[in-house]
């Protein structure tokens, strides 16, 4: 993030130990920042003629005020479009990327591994956010010999501008997959993922086909930037809505800026499968007027029946705000694994049949008003 403020008569307290408990004070007539880079262990406190930046070690100086300002992206250009960009590569005709880096992304005690990959497009693959990408993994199709494989959809994790900021790169949330034999337990290789275990264990400068990008159904609206939106994920689900919160809260966008209600909703198995938490943590800290975050985890929680706690669960607890939310136009989005649907559906008609409502009716009202928008693999 950008911080770019001017001082006149500050004053700077640097710890000179190691608990920092001897000061030596620096006065300075003018001194400004600039281009320092957002980290969710930032923390600003705004006092009268006070201002405290907490780091790693601490400063304090005098201020007036001081203003949180976002990451600076670059083109901007990629606002300019009026169309969304749609199958701009083909599987006939993909497009060759390489890849910048691949990082796991969950704790030790994550059932799977999950990782983040960075992929460079330099630019020749524009998307918005809520797209997806189609990969092409190398090798032939078992099912038709001499033809390439299928290719694999996965939504992406970034904004248009990409982790990078410069609209060169996309990344994606990939859960690796094993398969494991039922008789005797152990991993069977050839029954594994062959997109998914290509993508992570990729190494930097590799190559990787891709095409699209694809999707309308997930694109984030912003025609109204006070909108309330209500994002639902399990596990790499929350690949879209990492992109929406980038862009609401992270980058300096000059034709959007939010400035209504993000709340996300986010299922996992434990604490260390939680994807992107600190990104959000650091969200839900600074902004918190505009962002909410609930964490269902099915094997460290209980829901009220005693049971494992599943995101529906979650949005039971909930449920009179967010029907609250629905009926003044919110939008309400669900990614991730197909059977998550029906556990969720069956929460909600059960939540509206206690309100002495229609779930079919609301259903298809939501629908007709686009504030309905799911995407399951």
Same mark, same amino acid.
């Given at each position: 993030m950008?911080?770019s &403020?001017?001082?006149? %008569?500050?004053?700077i307290a640097?710890? &000179?130990?190691?608990?920092?408990?001897?000061?030596?004070?620096?006065?300075?007539?003018s001194?400004?920042?600039?281009e320092?880079?957002?980290?969710?262990?930032?923390?600003?406190?705004?006092?009268?003629?006070?201002?405290?930046?907490?780091?790693?070690?601490?400063?304090?100086?005098s201020? %007036?005020?001081?203003?949180?300002?976002?990451?600076a992206?670059t083109?901007?250009?990629?606002e300019?479009?009026?169309?969304?960009p749609?199958?701009?590569?083909? !599987?006939?005709?993909? #497009?060759?990327?390489?890849?910048?880096?691949?990082e796991?992304?969950?704790g030790p005690?994550?059932?799977?591994?999950?990782? *983040?990959?960075?992929?460079? *497009?330099? $630019?020749?693959? !524009?998307y918005?956010?809520? %797209?997806?990408?189609?990969?092409?993994?190398?090798?032939?199709?078992p099912?038709?010999?001499?033809?390439?494989?299928?290719?694999?959809?996965y939504?992406?994790?970034?904004?248009?501008y990409?982790?990078? =900021?410069?609209?060169k790169?996309?990344?994606l949330?990939?859960?690796?997959a094993? @398969? @494991?034999?039922?008789?005797t $337990?152990?991993?069977d290789?050839?029954?594994?993922?062959v997109?998914?275990?290509?993508l992570?264990?990729?190494?930097? $400068?590799?190559?990787?086909? /891709?095409?699209g !990008?694809?999707?309308?159904?997930?694109l984030?609206?912003?025609d109204?930037p006070k909108? &309330? *939106?209500i994002? /639902?994920?399990?596990?790499?689900?929350?690949?879209p809505?990492?992109? #929406?919160?980038r862009?609401? =809260?992270?980058?300096?966008?000059?034709?959007?800026?939010?400035?209504?209600?993000?709340?996300?909703?986010?299922?996992?198995?434990?604490?260390?499968?939680?994807?992107y938490d600190e990104?959000?943590?650091? #969200?839900?800290?600074?902004?918190?007027?505009? =962002?909410?975050y609930?964490?269902?985890l099915?094997?460290?929680?209980?829901?009220?029946? $005693?049971?494992?706690?599943?995101?529906?669960?979650?949005?039971?607890? #909930?449920?009179?705000?967010?029907?609250?939310?629905?009926?003044?136009?919110? *939008?309400? @989005?669900f990614?991730?694994?197909?059977?998550m649907?029906?556990?969720?559906?069956?929460t909600?008609k059960?939540?509206?049949?206690?309100?002495?409502?229609?779930w079919e009716?609301?259903?298809t009202?939501?629908?007709k008003?686009?504030?309905?928008?799911?995407?399951?693999?």
């Open positions: 950008a911080l &403020t001017t001082l006149s %008569q500050m004053s640097l710890p &000179t130990g190691i608990d920092g408990s001897s000061r030596s004070m620096i006065k300075v007539q001194m400004s920042f600039t320092k880079s957002w980290s969710p262990l930032l923390k600003l406190d705004s006092k009268p003629r006070s201002l405290t930046v907490k780091t790693r070690s601490t400063i304090c100086m201020l %007036q005020q001081a203003s949180r300002t976002k990451v992206v083109p901007l250009e990629l300019d479009p009026k169309e969304t749609l199958n701009l590569y083909r !599987p006939k005709e993909p #497009y060759t990327a390489t890849i910048v880096s691949v796991r992304i969950v005690q994550a059932p799977g591994e999950t990782c *983040h990959i960075v992929i460079d *497009h330099d $630019g020749n693959v !524009p918005w956010e809520g %797209q997806s990408y189609g990969v092409i993994p190398p090798g032939e199709n099912k038709k010999p001499g033809a390439p494989h299928n290719v694999r959809l939504s992406i994790a970034s904004t248009r990409g982790d990078s =900021f410069d609209g790169t996309a990344s949330c990939v859960r690796r094993i @398969y @494991y034999d039922p008789e $337990g152990k991993e290789p050839s029954k594994a993922g997109c998914s275990n290509f992570c264990n990729a190494k930097p $400068g590799d190559k990787v086909k /891709i095409t !990008p694809s999707g309308k159904v997930m984030l609206p912003e109204d909108a &309330t *939106h994002m /639902i994920a399990t596990g790499t689900g929350v690949a809505y990492r992109g #929406y919160l862009r609401m =809260f992270m980058e300096n966008v000059p034709n959007f800026k939010f400035d209504g209600l993000a709340w996300l909703f986010l299922g996992v198995a434990n604490s260390d499968s939680l994807l990104e959000f943590a650091g #969200y839900l800290k600074d902004y918190p007027e505009n =962002f909410k609930d964490k269902a099915s094997r460290e929680e209980k829901n009220k029946k $005693g049971g494992k706690m599943y995101v529906q669960d979650k949005i039971e607890e #909930y449920s009179d705000e967010i029907f609250k939310l629905l009926d003044n136009g919110a *939008h309400i @989005y990614c991730g694994l197909k059977g649907m029906p556990g969720i559906q069956d909600l059960r939540v509206a049949e206690e309100r002495g409502e229609s009716q609301k259903l009202q939501l629908r008003n686009k504030q309905w928008h799911v995407e399951v693999y």
